[in-house]
């Protein structure tokens, strides 16, 4: 069992930045892939991006490639996502996400409560 605590979300104007940050618990976090995802009200949650158990491989939505950057440091048993160049259309609440054997889109054994994002225009 794997629980995951997002923070970091919060108002932003177009074209700045947030990082969030997602913690879990307990020792085995170097076990899972990473993710985060996304979900705006009335639509389905969207996949943003993904990191594989050891950083070596990185995974993203094409509609945040370029401005959004993920990472990990299994030490502090922590992913981050540093959003950049936010746009209004990136609001939404943010999830993280935790998988023994997927990495990706269908990625998704635990799930943080979500924090949400709100970007100004």
């Known amino acids: 069992q794997v629980e995951l605590v997002e923070s970091g979300g919060g108002l932003v104007q177009a074209g700045g930045s947030l990082r969030l940050s997602c913690t879990a618990s307990?020792?085995?976090?170097?076990?899972?892939?990473m993710g985060w995802f996304r979900r705006t009200p009335g639509k389905e949650r969207e996949f943003v991006c993904a990191?594989?158990?050891?950083?070596?491989?990185?995974y993203y939505a094409d509609s945040v490639k370029g401005r959004f950057g993920i990472s990990r440091d299994n030490a502090k048993n922590t992913v981050y996502l540093q959003m950049n160049n936010l746009k209004p259309e990136d609001t939404a609440v943010y999830y993280c996400?935790?998988?023994?054997?997927?990495?990706?889109?269908?990625?998704?054994?635990?799930w943080g409560q979500g924090t949400q994002v709100t970007v100004s225009s």
């Open positions: 996400a935790a998988d023994v054997g997927r990495v990706g889109v269908r990625m998704g054994d635990y």
């Open positions: 307990g020792r085995t976090f170097s076990r899972y892939a």
């Open positions: 990191i594989n158990r050891d950083a070596g491989s990185t």
